[in-house]
C-alpha cells in the first residue's frame, strides 16, 4: 500500500512533515524570547520583598564616625552570587541622626573611599571628592553623594533598598529664581 493510494501525494505528505517540523522550531525557539518579555511580571509576583534592610544594630555605627556597611539585595538570582551584595557608607551623627550614603560616586559610579584623616569621600577615578555630608567638595561630578532612606526600628538602623535618586528626579531639581547678573 502507498502513500498515493490513501489518496496522499509524496509531495504533500513531505510539505506536511516540513510544516510541523518548522512549528517545532518555531516553538522552541519563542521560548526564551516570551521569557524574557513576561520577566517582569513574574519576577514582580516572585520578589514581594519588603524594601526596608537591615544594616545592623545601632552600636555597630558609633556616633561621630563613618563607617561601611554591607546588605544582600532583595531581589536577587541564585546565579548573581557575590555580586547582590552592595555596600554603602553610614555616617553617624549623634544619637539618633544618620546619614547612608551610596558608594557610588555621582560622576561615573566609581566606588568612593572614606579617608577620615581629612574627613573626606574620595573617587579615585576622576578625582572627585566629597565633604563628609556628602555634598560635592571638588572634582567632575556636579552633584552629592546618592542617599538612601533610612529609619530606626527596633535599635537597629534599616535603609530602603532600591533604586536610588538620581539628579533627574523632580525632588532634586532646584530652580534659581535670583536674577541673572
Given at each position: 500500500?502507498?502513500?498515493?493510494?490513501?489518496?496522499l501525494?509524496r509531495?504533500?505528505?513531505?510539505?506536511?512533515?516540513a510544516?510541523?517540523?518548522?512549528?517545532l522550531?518555531?516553538?522552541?525557539?519563542?521560548?526564551?524570547i516570551?521569557?524574557?518579555?513576561?520577566?517582569?511580571?513574574?519576577?514582580?509576583r516572585?520578589?514581594?520583598?519588603?524594601?526596608?534592610?537591615?544594616?545592623?544594630?545601632?552600636?555597630?555605627?558609633?556616633?561621630?564616625?563613618?563607617?561601611?556597611?554591607?546588605?544582600?539585595?532583595p531581589?536577587?538570582?541564585?546565579?548573581?552570587?557575590?555580586?547582590?551584595?552592595?555596600?554603602?557608607?553610614v555616617r553617624?551623627i549623634d544619637?539618633?541622626?544618620?546619614?547612608v550614603?551610596?558608594?557610588?560616586?555621582?560622576?561615573?559610579?566609581?566606588?568612593?573611599?572614606?579617608f577620615?584623616?581629612?574627613?573626606?569621600?574620595?573617587c579615585?577615578?576622576h578625582?572627585?571628592?566629597?565633604?563628609?555630608?556628602?555634598s560635592r567638595a571638588?572634582?567632575?561630578?556636579?552633584?552629592?553623594?546618592?542617599?538612601?532612606?533610612?529609619?530606626?526600628?527596633?535599635g537597629?538602623?534599616?535603609?530602603?533598598?532600591g533604586?536610588l535618586?538620581?539628579?533627574?528626579?523632580?525632588?532634586?531639581?532646584?530652580?534659581?529664581k535670583?536674577?541673572?547678573?
Open positions: 500500500m502507498t502513500v498515493e493510494q490513501n489518496g501525494s509531495r504533500t505528505a513531505l510539505m506536511k512533515i510544516i510541523a517540523a518548522n512549528v522550531v518555531g516553538a522552541f525557539l519563542a521560548i526564551p516570551v521569557g524574557y518579555l513576561m520577566s517582569p511580571i513574574i519576577r514582580g516572585r520578589s514581594g520583598y519588603s524594601r526596608w534592610l537591615t544594616l545592623g544594630p545601632l552600636s555597630q555605627f558609633p556616633a561621630g564616625q563613618t563607617r561601611l556597611a554591607t546588605y544582600r539585595y531581589s536577587v538570582d541564585p546565579s548573581d552570587g557575590q555580586t547582590a551584595d552592595t555596600a554603602c557608607w553617624h544619637g539618633e541622626k544618620f546619614q550614603f551610596a558608594i557610588n560616586c555621582a560622576h561615573l559610579g566609581c566606588p568612593v573611599r572614606w577620615p584623616q581629612s574627613g573626606l569621600f574620595m579615585p577615578c578625582g572627585g571628592a566629597y565633604y563628609e555630608d556628602g571638588s572634582g567632575p561630578p556636579e552633584r552629592g553623594l546618592f542617599t538612601y532612606n533610612h529609619r530606626i526600628e527596633n537597629q538602623l534599616m535603609i530602603e533598598a533604586p535618586s538620581t539628579p533627574g528626579d523632580a525632588a532634586l531639581i532646584k530652580i534659581s535670583a536674577p541673572c547678573a
